[in-house]
């Protein structure tokens, strides 16, 4: 190793550094981690049935005994359904992000390191596809496929679709003229291996960032589309819906729309604020800054 | 410029192509009989049949792509089933609504982004700086749809100081009433794309103050102001310009949530209620016309570019 490689090896902000030794990025995973925990440990936790509520206990505030977030407008636990809220949230960002990454890396990957007619292609597709915004083209496959909430998933999949063709395809136009990608074709690898083993395998911190980033802004918009009715739909405790549903009561109970719309914020404000740490873990041009 | 202009037109219309084929599609992608998705499971077979006739799907795809895009071109839109009146004047009218509210907040989120990025890249690593990253993140991490919410409970409900929905008073207003209802929507949608811009222009400043031309400027001991505005900015300004560019389609895109908190009467609440009611050519005239708006607005910043930076020549 050179001087010069050691040196800039040490600058390298280190997970431990970035991840552990930052109050706020630790605060901001436990935070994210006890989401997750709730969220998936959620049928274990004692809580009341999200569905079911007295409609006696309407309305009541944050503090409430035997309720101590308070219950909405048909008298169910704000706690209950704001974790179980969570799993379908969860679920939703996190498979959205992954079918759309998968379908997008691969047609990336395929269409950077093919190059050709089959790039041309891909790319007047993902052209027409980006000439639409992200939310009017989640809203025609709504429209197409019809509401609901595994609709709306594939909707805002299908729409994150050609950022992450754009991410892999940049990185395997760069691969597909290294060295060790020309050596591995002249031993006579065949093309599914170097895909794999070295254009996806190094094309992977980039993505990896953007994925992570991708997740909030995927719970985002799948809490924006059931928030305009075209999501999940009631009595699904979902953040969206919860805080859509909350409206009418704004004023007398603004508990009802404002917590839902926090655990939003807070599970997105975490992702990012972990995503913005991984891109400095991983990505070369942060060393040394 | 000339030859550019037509370059770049001509490279506009495939995309418009690949647009106008999918918009046309859109009807044809839902699962089952297009007329039967429109008027529902308990249509009779004689308004199924009327239909059929009236949108030409009895005939050939093809033919009846070819029919709604003379039918586009021509101004003649097809009707709403919903709402039985004409699509373009009832998408145009409401367009001109999502177009005040866009234009309100990207001349918000651009101003306050450009200010915020410009300072926090000029005292980066102080105190300043530090607010600015933190307010950024808090941002655009925060959903349109809940810091409406927050926007309308503070200023509309609790303090009184804006009017929480709608565009105008129910009686009529003029501009002012205008601009009082536009506030809280346009810094709703601002807010998002504001963090963004300041964010990009932090770090592309950040990378235009470390250049030698900067430290000369410096050296020979020009007012700080001037070698920030005059030496520095000018030059950042063409990667801030792209990140503009690119954020109309956030715009456009956000005034859908942002239109249905506050009850905006823009085409996002339209295409909303379009998609619900399963009414079809409306949903396909809103698409098309908000991605027309969205492929302009790209063709009009690369048109930009020229004219803002003199060195970029395309001919």
Do not use: C
């Not at chain 1, 809580?47 to 503090?63: V, W």
């Not at chain 2, 009807?27 to 008027?39: F, K, M, R, T």
């Not at chain 2, 009184?160 to 008073?169: A, D, I």
């Amino acid at each position: 190793m050179t001087a010069d490689t050691a040196s800039q090896t040490s600058r390298r902000p280190s997970f431990q550094r970035l991840f552990l030794r930052e109050p706020v990025t630790l605060v901001a995973s436990l935070l994210l981690l006890a989401v997750i925990l709730s969220a998936l440990l959620a049928p274990y936790l004692g809580l009341p049935n999200p569905a079911e509520g007295s409609l006696i206990d309407r309305l009541q505030p944050p503090g409430t005994a035997g309720h101590i977030l308070g219950t909405d407008e048909l008298g169910r636990d704000m706690l209950s359904r704001l974790v179980w809220g969570g799993r379908v949230s969860l679920v939703v960002g996190f498979a959205a992000v992954g079918f759309a990454a998968l379908l997008g890396v691969t047609l990336g990957i395929l269409s950077g390191y093919l190059a050709g007619r089959f790039d041309f292609w891909v790319q007047r597709l993902i052209d027409v596809l980006m000439a639409f915004p992200y939310i009017l083209l989640a809203l025609i496959v709504v429209a197409i496929l019809g509401p609901g909430l595994v609709n709306t998933m594939v909707a805002i999949a299908i729409a994150g679709i050609p950022y992450y063709v754009r991410i892999a395809r940049g990185s395997a136009l760069a691969l597909r003229e290294s060295e060790f990608v020309t050596a591995a074709q002249a031993a006579g690898a065949p093309t599914w291996r170097i895909l794999v083993r070295h254009v996806l395998s190094n094309s992977l911190s980039p993505i990896v960032v953007a994925a992570t980033l991708d997740v909030g802004f995927m719970i985002m918009a799948a809490a924006g589309m059931s928030f305009l009715g075209l999501g999940a739909q009631p009595p699904i405790s979902e953040w969206g819906v919860m805080l859509s549903d909350g409206r009418q009561y704004l004023r007398v109970a603004p508990w009802v729309s404002l917590l839902p719309g926090l655990m939003i914020f807070l599970v997105v404000l975490t992702l990012n604020l972990l995503g913005d740490r991984l891109r400095d873990m991983l990505d070369p041009r942060t060393l040394g800054r | 410029m000339g030859p550019y202009l037509l370059q770049r037109l001509l490279v506009t219309v495939p995309t418009l192509f690949g647009v106008s084929v999918l918009v046309f599609l859109t009807l044809h992608l839902a699962p089952g009989d297009p007329a039967q998705v429109i008027l529902g499971p308990k249509a009779t077979e004689t308004s199924l049949a009327d239909l059929r006739r009236d949108l030409g799907l009895d005939r050939p795809i093809p033919v009846q792509y070819g029919r709604w895009l003379a039918g586009v071109v021509t101004g003649d839109w097809g009707r709403s089933i919903q709402l039985k009146t004409a699509v373009l004047p009832l998408v145009w009218t409401h367009f001109k609504a999502t177009l005040i509210l866009s234009a309100a907040a990207m001349l918000f989120a651009a101003g306050s982004g450009i200010l915020l990025g410009v300072l926090s890249a000029v005292r980066a690593g102080k105190l300043l700086d530090r607010a600015a990253i933190v307010t950024t993140l808090v941002g655009y991490s925060l959903p349109a749809f809940f810091l409406g919410l927050l926007l309308q409970l503070a200023f509309g409900l609790w303090l009184g100081w804006f009017p929480v929905t709608g565009m105008y008073q129910p009686e009529g207003g003029g501009v002012l009433d205008l601009l009082a209802h536009l506030v809280l929507p346009a810094v709703t949608l601002a807010a998002g794309i504001g963090a963004l811009i300041a964010r990009m222009t932090r770090a592309t400043m950040m990378e235009v103050l470390s250049q030698d031309y900067v430290r000369t400027a410096n050296a020979k001991g020009l007012k700080r102001v001037s070698v920030v505005f005059r030496h520095a900015f000018r030059n950042a300004f063409i990667p801030i310009l792209t990140i503009l560019g690119l954020q109309v389609g956030y715009i456009l895109g956000g005034a859908v949530l942002v239109e249905e908190v506050f009850g905006w009467p823009g085409v996002g609440t339209l295409a909303v209620n379009a998609i619900l009611a399963r009414d079809f050519p409306l949903v396909q005239g809103v698409t098309l016309l908000v991605a027309l708006a969205y492929v302009l607005a790209n063709l009009v910043t690369d048109l930009l570019y020229t004219l803002v930076d003199p060195r970029i020549s395309y001919a």
